[in-house]
């Protein structure tokens, strides 16, 4: 920890899975724009999936997500055939056969979904898209939902990455955030997902939560790192109460000060490059053989909703409530408000809520934001060339990072702007200068780290 980390740390950002970012997504946004968005796609060039399972058995108090709690099997059902119905809408909309590279499932827990339930909407997708012979297929996983049953159920649905939620192990820190979950409990979901041949395991930790120690972080280190997972992410605890009210059952008092999470996002990370795991953008790590350590120091990682990715793909198809898509044109949001995104569905119309369509000075701050949030550094410049866009409103933005650039966090060259290695913990600060939303107001966001 720095002394300059500290001073930052507090300062709220957007995390930049997206830009323009969602709070900037417009109710005014036209189904008919998204349909003709969806009818220029070229069938051989490979898209992305992302299905949203909006449900849990219960709670987590940390929980960011938009979910619901059930434990009936029947609202599950109904969601799946409500998924196969937005498959096979969206696909009318796209190229017959449309080629796809990568699928992801996200919620939520969208493993709740029952086997048939959950194999009948991929048999739904195998049906109406084409799926490349090296597709990504990845999953997000409670492990206390993980049996061997389910285990196979993903193996014949050709799940080939697993995406386990871990937080913390310790039990004082998981009984305050709701969520007790062993190691034996995690070691056995792990070797279940092996046993049926799903190797590609990754573990998501979390720092600045209740009672969260250094030496109780370094634990769960110690015991994530012997599950052997070729990635894993290590996340800040975002506490926004204002927008998840379950959240209020975390107690503000017992939450780690800045200075308490640098030290605590700092020693896991020392811990986990002892593992031999190597530090990947803002909050990922990966074996030096995986295939994302490999895109990161080869410059082809990107960034999405889902984190730090090796999916190359420019169109990302959102499908289930509140999923959110990327189209070259811009972004799309399905409706939050489930019933309304049913009523959508079953008429046939897509379920779009709300969205942006992006201009060219969008495009080029998008890049200039990608490049910050991946590589650590960007010539402004060239990117203003390559987007066709004027350079000085480009260039205006550098004001925003003269304090940066003071205080050590960034290096400015002409239009070569790049992040220090000691600013990296403050890279989401260096790419909010190029924001042009940032200060409309809209929006609350996380601390930067």
């Not at 979950?181 to 395991?201: C, F, M, S, T």
């Not at 909050?283 to 030096?288: M, T, V």
């Not at 408000?337 to 060219?360: K, N, S, T």
């Amino acid at each position: 920890m720095t002394d300059v980390t500290l001073k930052y740390a507090s300062r709220a950002v957007p995390r930049y899975t997206s830009y323009p970012t969602a709070p900037h997504f417009s109710p005014k946004f036209g189904r008919q724009t998204y349909a003709q968005w969806l009818e220029t796609v070229d069938q051989t060039v490979p898209i992305s999936l992302y299905l949203h399972v909006p449900f849990c058995e219960s709670m987590c108090h940390y929980c960011g997500c938009y979910t619901k709690i059930t434990k009936k099997e029947k609202p599950l059902q109904d969601y799946a055939d409500m998924l196969v119905r937005e498959v096979v809408l969206v696909a009318s909309k796209l190229p017959a056969g449309q080629q796809v590279s990568h699928i992801h499932w996200g919620g939520g827990t969208p493993s709740i979904l029952p086997h048939d339930a959950f194999l009948r909407v991929v048999n739904s997708i195998r049906t109406h898209f084409t799926f490349t012979d090296d597709m990504e297929h990845a999953i997000e996983l409670d492990p206390r939902t993980v049996t061997p049953a389910l285990a196979e159920t993903l193996r014949l649905a050709g799940i080939t990455r697993a995406s386990l939620g871990v937080q913390d192990f310790d039990l004082k820190v998981q009984e305050v955030v709701g969520r007790v979950q062993p190691y034996e409990l995690v070691k056995q979901a792990v070797d279940a997902l092996r046993a049926e041949g799903i190797n590609e395991i990754n573990l998501d930790l979390m720092y600045g939560l209740p009672y969260q120690t250094r030496e109780t972080i370094r634990n769960t280190v110690e015991l994530t790192a012997s599950l052997d997972p070729s990635r894993l992410a290590l996340f800040g605890y975002a506490h926004v109460p204002w927008m998840k009210k379950h959240q209020r059952l975390i107690p503000e008092e017992l939450l780690p000060g800045a200075a308490e999470r640098i030290a605590l996002f700092d020693d896991a990370t020392e811990a986990l490059e002892e593992h031999g795991y190597e530090k990947i953008g803002l909050d990922h790590f990966a074996k030096s053989d995986d295939p994302l350590a490999q895109a990161a120091r080869e410059g082809n990682m990107r960034r999405n909703f889902q984190g730090y990715t090796t999916d190359e793909a420019d169109i990302l198809i959102g499908i289930g409530a509140s999923s959110i898509g990327k189209m070259p044109q811009g972004y799309i949001q399905n409706s939050p408000d489930f019933a309304g995104w049913v009523r959508a569905v079953e008429a046939g119309e897509l379920p779009i809520a709300r969205g942006i369509a992006m201009d060219q000075d969008d495009r080029a701050r998008a890049a200039i934001i990608m490049s910050i949030m991946t590589a650590y550094k960007v010539d402004v410049a060239a990117v203003a060339r390559d987007f066709n866009v004027p350079i000085e409103p480009l260039r205006s933005c550098y004001l925003a990072l003269d304090e940066l650039v003071a205080d050590g966090v960034c290096v400015r060259d002409g239009d070569q702007v790049s992040v220090t290695h000691q600013g990296r913990p403050l890279v989401r600060l260096v790419a909010s200068a190029f924001d042009a939303y940032l200060q409309t107001g809209k929006g609350r966001h996380s601390v930067a780290v």
